[in-house]
């Protein structure tokens, strides 16, 4: 199938993450887009790929998307666009482009690979089944994230890893912080603990590399949990037997069927 457009996923740190697909496609296409050809002639020059590189990043995307949709449709020139490393349209103006595909009606693909935030994820061992990325931490948006119930990830520079962890502490209180650095390179490290244990790691190892800070998920108490349930109580209480309602809440709450009867009896005992 032909595809005007190939986001490609490049390895994170060790060039042997590159897929076999990536390697077919950059070697086809017209051009690469790139957020820096200095950075990206060192990927193709691993790999003897001659593919010429153009620069599409914040400073240029305004003006250069034009030219590609052009280009793309009336001389069906095909690119590939590529960040530094990773995945695109994280963290970049790579969805931009994406939607003027969309809106011209130009065919476009994904081509997965690595991911800063993935990796980052499995190595913290902090649970995954509910995750937000958040982008660069920004210390105004703090008080909102607090509120959600999902391990939270950013990315951050070493030179801001101990203001941002500083700032982070008071807010996010009791959570579990991981720090990751310098993923799938020689040097990858995972740093967890509290916020003072990974504050006092890094004002002793001076930051260096690439970081993803990740927190936990808030700990809510079942207290905090049976309020969320309060108005479905109010409504079921009295229809249906205590211990019929307590079995139906633990099973969708993760509350303990126990602890939900007691409550019941407790305030619900005409």
């Known amino acids: 199938m032909f595809f005007s457009l190939y986001v490609v996923s490049t390895?994170?740190?060790?060039?042997?993450?590159?897929?076999?697909?990536?390697?077919?496609?950059?070697?086809s296409v017209d051009n690469?887009?790139?957020?820096?050809?200095?950075v990206s002639a060192k990927l193709l020059q691993n790999f003897d790929i001659k593919t010429p590189l153009v620069v599409y990043n914040d400073h240029n995307v305004i003006k250069i998307i034009p030219k590609i949709i052009?280009?793309?449709?009336?001389?069906?020139?095909t690119f590939a666009l590529i960040s530094d490393a990773g995945t695109p349209l994280v963290s970049d103006p790579g969805y931009k482009l994406v939607n003027a595909c969309i809106e011209n009606s130009l065919p476009y693909t994904v081509v997965p690979g690595a991911s800063a935030v993935i990796s980052a994820l499995v190595l913290s061992g902090l649970p995954s089944d509910r995750f937000m990325f958040a982008g660069f931490a920004d210390a105004s948006k703090f008080a909102e994230l607090s509120k959600i119930?999902?391990?939270?990830?950013?990315y951050e520079a070493p030179g801001r890893v101990v203001k941002t962890l500083e700032e982070m502490s008071p807010v996010f209180r009791n959570?579990?912080?991981a720090v990751v650095k310098e993923i799938t390179k020689i040097y990858e490290t995972v740093i967890r603990g509290t916020f003072d244990d990974v504050i006092s790691y890094f004002k002793e190892n001076t930051p260096k590399g690439e970081f993803v800070i990740l927190l936990s998920p808030p700990e809510i108490s079942d207290t905090d949990k049976i309020a969320e349930f309060q108005p479905l109580i109010?409504?079921?209480?009295?229809k249906i037997s205590k211990k019929d309602l307590s079995f139906a809440l633990s099973k969708y709450s993760g509350i303990s069927k126990n602890t939900l009867y007691n409550y019941l009896m407790e305030n619900y005992n005409d």
Do not use: H, W, Y
Request: aromatic share 2%; glycine share 4%.
């Open 11 to 27: 390895p994170i740190g060790n060039l042997k993450d590159i897929s076999l697909r990536a390697l077919e496609v950059l070697k």
């Open 32 to 38: 690469i887009l790139c957020e820096d050809t200095r």
């Open 70 to 77: 052009e280009l793309m449709s009336l001389q069906r020139k």
């Open 149 to 154: 119930n999902s391990t939270l990830i950013f």
């Open 175 to 177: 959570r579990t912080v």
């Open 234 to 238: 109010s409504e079921l209480v009295g």
